[in-house]
């Protein structure tokens, strides 16, 4: 008797543990509309450029590069690992996943630069645009 009292007494803690660990992971934050405009507007500023974008050692012209970030921010998406347009620069447009090198970006009459600093001054673009 004592031991279906302990075994019921353990149950409740179980489940309890369960909807808890659900409950969190579907308590992430996942990018509000705000930095998803800002995240659209990043892919969106390369996509309209005539800057090219290298990864790993290649170079990639702006469509192609479009198509590459957009694919990484949906796997993020997916995995619930980006919520702002920093996190976006950081974790899917600043180096390859793959590799570890940094993205490049070169347009026409600019030096050539990591892709970090380059989507990092196009975010503080798109910010002071946005009242």
């Known amino acids: 008797m004592q031991q279906s009292r302990?075994?019921?007494s353990?149950?409740?803690g179980i489940l309890i543990g369960l909807v808890a660990l659900l409950l969190g992971g579907a308590a992430q934050a996942a990018?509000?509309?705000a930095a998803r405009r800002e995240i659209a507007g990043l892919i969106g500023a390369l996509d309209g450029s005539s800057c090219r974008f290298?990864?790993?050692g290649s170079w990639h012209d702006a469509a192609e590069a479009r198509?590459?970030?957009q694919r990484k921010y949906d796997y993020l998406l997916r995995k619930d690992k980006v919520d702002t347009a920093e996190q976006f620069i950081e974790r899917a447009a600043s180096q390859s996943s793959m590799s570890g090198k940094p993205y490049r970006i070169a347009c026409p009459g600019q030096p050539e630069q990591t892709a970090a600093v380059w989507f990092t001054?196009?975010?503080a673009a798109l910010?002071?645009?946005t009242p």
């Open 121 to 123: 001054a196009r975010l």
């Open 6 to 8: 302990k075994r019921t």
């Open 10 to 12: 353990v149950v409740p």
């Open 54 to 56: 290298q990864r790993n």
């Open 31 to 33: 990018p509000g509309e």
């Open 67 to 69: 198509a590459h970030l």
């Open 127 to 129: 910010r002071q645009r």
